[in-house]
């Protein structure tokens, strides 16, 4: 049995969140953008984005002269918290591992902004070069010829090709978890010819491409000798770590650091500018913050926000670009259980929507360095502002104590009940604070939340695993690019497995859930992600908190550093430069 701990605010550590977020957006615009698929014959081969590198961001104060333009050289030294749990890249789909994974691997689709300052982002061909849906329910892919992967021993520097796509689809599947339910709607990936690959579904799944495909979690390309005749080199990076990517694997000193360098014959050519990229293990916010001081750090992707006012007022010509209310929280979704009582009442869950003032946290916690979060985030494609709810729903958006006080006596709880609410502090220094805010917002109206802050692993396999006691709430992270994503309206359906973590069976959300994965215009979608925005907000599932502002954090002398919501963390090392 696992002891559980209920703790104040006080007794609770304040850990730094470095999930695999934001990053950087390349500027040249594309002639062919790939959006949601339609059965049409193959798209024009599109250029590579980000060639001419974006504006610089505005730093905290203007330089005192423009920069040249791009150099060879320098090193960027960026902090991670921890080592990896898996080096294995099919199971090493957030960070420590996942920023390095994006400079040593190529995507086969990626997420790109056209606008460095455009926190939005759009599925873009990389490793692939064209693909066409062939019928409803089979796309085909073409690779970009002449990739390269790194020319070292056992690859030597083969080129890319479409059966190490295969194997690669074969190895995610198998090893990681989160792909589970989508790689079940895949009935068959093959190999047509050297560069041709072809994903069969078993059923029309229009958002196949921007769910799958261009998702963090891959899959990647991968030469699968890389990992030893039975995979037994996953898991030793200066090994196995074989990419194609505008980096390589070099050395990895456990505990310290690991490191990464220049790929020669990278097939953008001049690219990258950079020397090598060096993730530095730094468990401790404040420990960042000194070796940011001192210049053993130049860049930091995420920092305490407490922390980063310190470094700026230290340090004014820090380069801080912000990307408002993205879809990476550490602390975004309040889940309730809604498979037994309390929370199977929808009157009882949409008073604890009711009962959340966004506006105070985002002003008390986030020092208005916040956006108020709806059904889907504002950055995320079809969301919808507050008046584009129909007025009888609207309310369950909105705070309001007192009808929380009476829904709560409607549903035969006149006194309150009494909850939990699990948490890890592992993703985000202003969870716990957040968890602490939740319940005494929740305690205003009669809920009366307990704190149960988890060690990660504990965590780990209840709240993500969907797993926690019913009749109680939990707080975990949101990261939402597309509507389908794990944490947007995917969660709510009964085969999002471990993501559902309210934990619905709604067959009528179900119901129109998969017409709109199926359907392939953009027209008809638009109507399908209204209609389901409309019934989580009036079915109350779950309940929304802030969105924070992401902030990338750079030394001076350090160019083409920014922030969007691309997770196309490659593209912010292949474009940055140093003086």
């Not at 505005?58 to 898996?86: D, F, I, Y």
């Not at 978890?177 to 229009?206: E, N």
């Not at 060096?278 to 922390?307: C, H, K, W, Y």
Request: charge should be positive.
């Amino acid at each position: 049995m696992h002891r559980r701990l209920f703790v104040p605010l006080s007794a609770v550590a304040v850990l730094l969140f470095a999930a695999c977020g934001p990053a950087a957006s390349p500027t040249a615009a594309p002639t062919a953008a790939v959006a949601a698929p339609t059965a049409t014959p193959a798209a024009k081969a599109t250029p590579l984005p980000g060639t001419t590198p974006g504006p610089t961001p505005k730093p905290t104060t203007a330089p005192t002269a423009a920069p040249a333009g791009p150099k060879l050289g320098g090193t960027v030294r960026h902090p991670q918290r921890e080592e990896p749990p898996s080096w294995d890249p099919s199971r090493s789909h957030v960070d420590p591992a996942a920023t390095t994974k994006y400079l040593v691997f190529t995507k086969l689709i990626t997420a790109w902004s056209d606008n460095p300052q455009n926190c939005q982002s759009q599925a873009y061909p990389w490793g692939v070069q064209t693909w066409k849906w062939v019928d409803d329910t089979t796309a085909e892919f073409v690779l970009r010829q002449g990739i390269r992967y790194h020319n070292k021993p056992p690859v030597n520097g083969r080129e890319a090709v479409a059966q190490d796509v295969v194997l690669a689809f074969d190895r995610y599947k198998k090893n990681l978890s989160y792909m589970a339910g989508k790689s079940a709607l895949i009935d068959s990936v093959t190999a047509t010819d050297k560069y041709t690959f072809r994903i069969k579904t078993k059923s029309p799944w229009g958002s196949m491409v921007t769910e799958l495909l261009a998702h963090f979690y891959g899959p990647w390309l991968e030469a699968a000798e890389a990992g030893g005749a039975n995979g037994e080199l996953w898991e030793q990076p200066t090994k196995s770590w074989i990419g194609s990517g505008a980096f390589m694997f070099e050395s990895w000193l456990p505990g310290v650091k690991w490191r990464v360098v220049r790929n020669p014959d990278y097939w953008i050519k001049g690219r990258p500018y950079l020397d090598a990229v060096e993730a530095m293990v730094m468990p401790d916010a404040s420990t960042q913050l000194a070796a940011l001081r001192s210049g053993q750090l130049n860049l930091i992707r995420e920092f305490n926000e407490e922390m980063l006012d310190v470094a700026v007022r230290e340090r004014p010509n820090l380069q801080v670009a912000r990307c408002p209310g993205t879809t990476m929280s550490g602390a975004g979704v309040l889940w309730m259980n809604n498979s037994g009582p309390p929370f199977n009442d929808a009157r009882v869950r949409r008073a604890v929507v009711m009962s959340i003032d966004q506006a105070t946290l985002i002003k008390s916690l986030y020092k208005g360095r916040a956006q108020p979060s709806m059904t889907l985030p504002a950055v995320v494609q079809y969301s919808m502002k507050l008046d584009d709810y129909p007025p009888e729903v609207r309310p369950f958006l909105q705070y309001s104590p007192a009808q929380a006080k009476q829904l709560l006596a409607e549903a035969g709880f006149p006194n309150g009940l009494d909850t939990v609410i699990n948490f890890s502090p592992r993703y985000s220094a202003p969870a716990p604070m957040v968890a602490e805010a939740v319940a005494g917002m929740l305690g205003a109206v009669g809920i009366r939340a307990k704190l149960n802050m988890m060690e990660y692993g504990r965590y780990s396999t209840t709240v993500l695993q969907a797993k926690y006691p019913v009749g109680e709430l939990a707080i975990s992270p949101r990261t939402v690019n597309t509507p389908e994503d794990n944490h947007g309206l995917f969660a709510f359906s009964s085969g999002a497995g471990a993501t559902n973590r309210s934990v619905v069976n709604d067959p009528e959300f179900d119901k129109l859930y998969n017409d709109f994965r199926a359907t392939t215009g953009d027209k008809k979608r638009l109507e399908q992600a209204r209609q389901l925005q409309i019934m989580v907000a009036s079915k109350a599932y779950a309940a929304w908190l802030p969105l924070t502002d992401s902030a990338m954090t750079a030394a001076p002398g350090l160019h083409f550093i920014w922030v969007g919501n691309t997770r196309d963390y490659s593209m912010l090392m292949e474009t940055a430069w140093m003086e």
